[in-house]
Each structure stands twice: as structure tokens, then as C-alpha cells.
């Protein structure tokens, strides 16, 4: 149908990863490899020009000391800081493929002359609040931040109980 109302969704993961067997060209063989979801929908996106990507996770944003009395959600990022601070690296099987989907598309529409692209990560509850910022984190290139992050304001209670599920932190590093 021609009506504009159709969502495509593409890169999920599944399907039988194959190579070509070099003495053989047209002989396929199984390999172990993953499909990473994340990456697959970054380079999607830098190709079709898009002006952002929303990378939606069973979590919050970007945190820093996940877990931790004295942890913090990240409002706004740039890709140079969370590369700096290796934002995600402790998590190698969470946010990092995300954080580094995130900082791949940034950097890479950036450099093709889509100065305000921007990416965010956040929690699939709060898909409708994320892209105003209400919610998770965006990351995009913002001469304006000198630290290159704005801090979430951290919410005081006094049972200091963890966040109701939709606000649960994510790992980040």
C-alpha cells in the first residue's frame, strides 16, 4: 500500500550465517558468528541518510557506575566523551554494542555532512519519551556541552528503593 503509514523494521537477528568454501565458490559452509542487531541498524541508518537512530533496550540510558550508591544517567553525550571515558566497555554484552552503534552513526552522518544527527538509547517503555529527551540518552555532536555530557538531575528518595522497572539502569561502564 502507497499510504505512508508502513514502519519497516530491518536487521533483526536469525537466519543461518554461511561462507563460501574457497576451493569451491559455489559449496556454502556453516559458521559460528552473531549478528550484531545494533551495528546492523546504525550502518542502515548512516545509508539511508537518516537523521537519527533510536536504539531501544529492556533498560534505561547511559549510566555511569551502574549499580552504584552514586550513579548517574547521562542526559546528552557526545561520541568523543563516551569514547573517552570507554562508556560501555565493561558491558561488552549489553550497552556497549549499543553505545558504540550510537557513536558509529553520529560520527559517521557527521562526517557526511549531516551535522545535526543524533542518536539515543533508552528504554523501550519509553520509546515516545526518549526523542524529546524526556527519557534515556541522546548522543550527538554539541560544541555547547564543554564536558561533553549532561547529567541526568538524580531523583533523592528516602528508602533509596531502585527505580520502577521503566527507569531500571542500564549497564554502561
Same mark, same amino acid.
Given at each position: 500500500?502507497?499510504?505512508?503509514?508502513?514502519?519497516?523494521?530491518?536487521?533483526?537477528?536469525?537466519?543461518?550465517?554461511?561462507?563460501?568454501?574457497?576451493?569451491?565458490?559455489?559449496?556454502?559452509?556453516?559458521?559460528?558468528?552473531?549478528?550484531?542487531?545494533?551495528?546492523?541498524?546504525?550502518?542502515?541508518?548512516?545509508?539511508?541518510? +537518516?537523521?537519527? @537512530? #533510536?536504539?531501544?533496550?529492556? *533498560?534505561?540510558? $547511559?549510566? !555511569?557506575?551502574?549499580?552504584?550508591?552514586?550513579?548517574?544517567?547521562?542526559?546528552?553525550?557526545?561520541?568523543?566523551?563516551?569514547?573517552?571515558?570507554?562508556?560501555?566497555?565493561?558491558?561488552?554484552?549489553?550497552?556497549?554494542?549499543?553505545?558504540?552503534?550510537?557513536?558509529?552513526?553520529?560520527?559517521?552522518?557527521?562526517?557526511?555532512?549531516?551535522?545535526?544527527?543524533?542518536?539515543?538509547?533508552?528504554?523501550?517503555?519509553? +520509546?515516545?519519551? @526518549? #526523542?524529546?529527551?524526556?527519557? *534515556?540518552?541522546? $548522543?550527538? !555532536?554539541?560544541?555547547?556541552?564543554?564536558?561533553?555530557?549532561?547529567?541526568?538531575?538524580?531523583?533523592?528518595?528516602?528508602?533509596?528503593?531502585?527505580?520502577?522497572?521503566?527507569?531500571?539502569?542500564?549497564?554502561?561502564?
Amino acid at each position: 500500500p502507497s499510504d505512508g503509514n508502513i514502519l519497516p523494521i530491518a536487521c533483526g537477528g536469525g537466519g543461518v550465517p554461511v561462507a563460501r568454501v574457497s576451493s569451491r565458490p559455489s559449496t556454502l559452509v556453516g559458521v559460528e558468528a552473531v549478528i550484531d542487531k545494533d551495528m546492523c541498524g546504525s550502518k542502515l541508518a548512516v545509508d539511508l541518510q +537518516a537523521d537519527g @537512530i #533510536i536504539i531501544l533496550t529492556d *533498560g534505561g540510558g $547511559i549510566w !555511569e557506575r551502574f549499580g552504584k550508591p552514586d550513579a548517574r544517567e547521562m542526559k546528552v553525550a557526545t561520541p568523543e566523551y563516551l569514547l573517552g571515558t570507554k562508556a560501555g566497555k565493561n558491558f561488552p554484552g549489553s550497552m556497549g554494542p549499543k553505545i558504540q552503534a550510537a557513536i558509529d552513526f553520529v560520527q559517521k552522518s557527521v562526517a557526511a555532512g549531516r551535522t545535526n544527527a543524533w542518536a539515543a538509547i533508552g528504554d523501550l517503555r519509553d +520509546a515516545s519519551k @526518549i #526523542i524529546s529527551n524526556e527519557e *534515556g540518552t541522546i $548522543i550527538r !555532536e554539541d560544541s555547547s556541552i564543554s564536558t561533553g555530557v549532561v547529567w541526568r538531575e538524580k531523583i533523592e528518595d528516602n528508602d533509596n528503593s531502585p527505580k520502577p522497572e521503566s527507569q531500571k539502569p542500564h549497564k554502561s561502564g
